[in-house]
């Protein structure tokens, strides 16, 4: 019997069942473009999909201030009340750059907010963009050394009316789902505020997030408007899977960021 021969056949019965044991390329091929084809029809599917109501994928909103002391007054309950669950406005500065920095704002109260809680939260508000502004290179600006006007606009947006009215205007059924806000002050002295919140047009009971959301974002609250009476926003209403609304803002901290270092937020308003 030749050795050589029974060698040879052994390692053409190898060579034959590592060749089974190999997987069929063309196989895989097929199946990951039919899954990648899959991916993108979801994808695409997704984002087509038609905002709630009247809203459109992108545009924008005006709301008008509070026109009488009452009014005033409201607001200003509504950001107490808000400032009070230490949770729902973060702050982004140049100097506190990541996700979920609470505003440091402390109330002390038991849980109603009357007009003596919401004058201190207004104060607090006011002291705290105060010495933000300070650090910033308008602080030599002698307009700028009195943060009243600013804070008055912050509070007029960080309270119910507005983003209620925004879904109203747009007949989104006022169904806000994890509603918070993100309070930005630029390293020049810009003062963006947003909202943020899920909305849907099924409502059902229980229900903690919803197929979209919704980004509001204002204009620089720390410029002149001449006599305007109003503040001027950029919406978004986008598509998503996201349920946890912390994990989605958290997302647009860079794009905050350089709105904060350079001023250029066109990358946010469109996030």
């Known amino acids: 019997r030749n050795p050589f021969a029974a060698r040879e056949g052994r390692s053409a019965s190898a060579a034959a069942m590592a060749a089974q044991m190999l997987p069929d390329w063309s196989a895989v091929v097929i199946v990951s473009v039919v899954l990648s084809v899959v991916l993108v029809s979801v994808v695409l599917m997704v984002s087509r999909t038609p905002p709630p109501g009247k809203l459109a994928h992108s545009g924008t909103f005006i709301h008008e201030d509070p026109a009488n002391d009452d009014a005033i007054l409201e607001r200003k309950r509504d950001f107490a009340r808000i400032v009070s669950t230490n949770r729902d406005i973060w702050v982004v500065t140049d100097s506190s750059r990541s996700a979920a920095t609470v505003l440091p704002l402390e109330l002390h109260s038991d849980g109603s907010v009357d007009e003596q809680t919401a004058r201190a939260a207004y104060d607090k508000l006011k002291s705290w963009l105060q010495a933000e502004l300070e650090k910033t290179s308008v602080a030599a600006t002698p307009d700028m050394s009195k943060s009243g006007c600013v804070a008055d606009r912050v509070v007029y947006f960080a309270s119910v009316a507005p983003g209620f009215d925004f879904l109203m205007q747009h007949k989104v059924p006022p169904m806000i789902l994890q509603a918070k806000y993100v309070l930005m002050v630029s390293r020049s002295g810009q003062v963006r505020a947003a ?77």
């Open 195 to 271: 909202w943020y919140a899920f909305v849907t047009d099924k409502p059902a009971p229980g229900a903690t997030a919803g197929p979209f959301v919704v980004k509001l974002v204002s204009e620089n609250l720390s410029c002149d408007r001449g006599g305007r009476s109003h503040t001027e926003f950029s919406y978004t209403a986008t598509a998503t899977r996201e349920k946890d609304m912390e994990k989605l803002i958290s997302k647009h901290i860079p794009h905050m960021l350089k709105g904060i270092d350079t001023d250029s937020w066109d990358a946010y308003l469109v996030a």
